[in-house]
């Protein structure tokens, strides 16, 4: 099926794991605190839940950090608190860039961002000037292992969007409704290993851009903004 592949920008996110896999988890720990609070912990009882769990285990989050961050909210009563606030706006060369934030300070986060944005070339937009550029869609990356025609057959009857075939990966997409179906189809099939399994935001088109020194900038303030403890997630247009 055809259809821009998102695998360079996905890759180059787990690159980033990869070397700051302890904050990462930390943020992680923070989204698993929020849908969890104050609820008996059980994820087939809490949807939220467990599409936060799946999150993070595709970014190979171990069971026992999970689980810890989960008995930390279980009965939690007071404690702490945090608000859920995007943020969007552009990069260099009109590049969107939307970010998700969990924060317990709104004007912290605030002023962040906006200096983050600032500081690299970029800035703020107002609510809803890039986020319709983006669609909430489930992506599942799995490498090759398993027939191309039986994985497409068993996704597409399972409600996946599109499959893009690369040289060493198969990219699912899905809605965020069929997500956990079309999952649990490949695992019928065999698939045990998941590269990225998770419901995210993805650009509905990307934006070439041919100056290398134009996309390092993009790419230096996305960086910067992913470093902010209160940023959970960022997204972005640009081709990779």
Known sequence: MSGHSKWATIHRKKGLIDAERGKIFQKLAKEIYVVAKGTNGDPDSNPSLRMV??????????????????????????????ESIRYEGYGPNGIAIMVDCLTDNRNRTASLVRSSFTKRGGNLGTDGSVSYL??????????????????????????????????DTFEVYTTPDTFL???????G???TEF??????????????????????????????LEELDDVQDVYHNLSE
């Open 195 to 224: 590269l990225t399994s998770e419901i995210t935001y993805v650009a509905s088109n990307l934006v070439e851009i041919e100056d290398e020194e134009v996309k390092e900038r993009v790419l230096a303030l996305v960086e910067t």
């Open 181 to 187: 179906k079309v999952k649990e189809a490949m695992e």
């Open 189 to 191: 099939m065999g698939v």
């Open 134 to 167: 983006f669609e909430r869609k489930g992506v599942i990356v799995i490498e090759k292992t398993v027939d191309e025609e039986e994985l497409m057959m068993t996704v597409l009857d399972q409600g996946a969007t599109d499959m893009i075939t690369n040289d």
């Open 53 to 82: 769990i799946e999150k993070c285990r595709s970014q190979n989050m171990p069971k026992d950090n999970i689980q810890k961050a989960i008995d930390k909210a279980i009965g939690a009563q007071g404690g702490e608190d945090f």
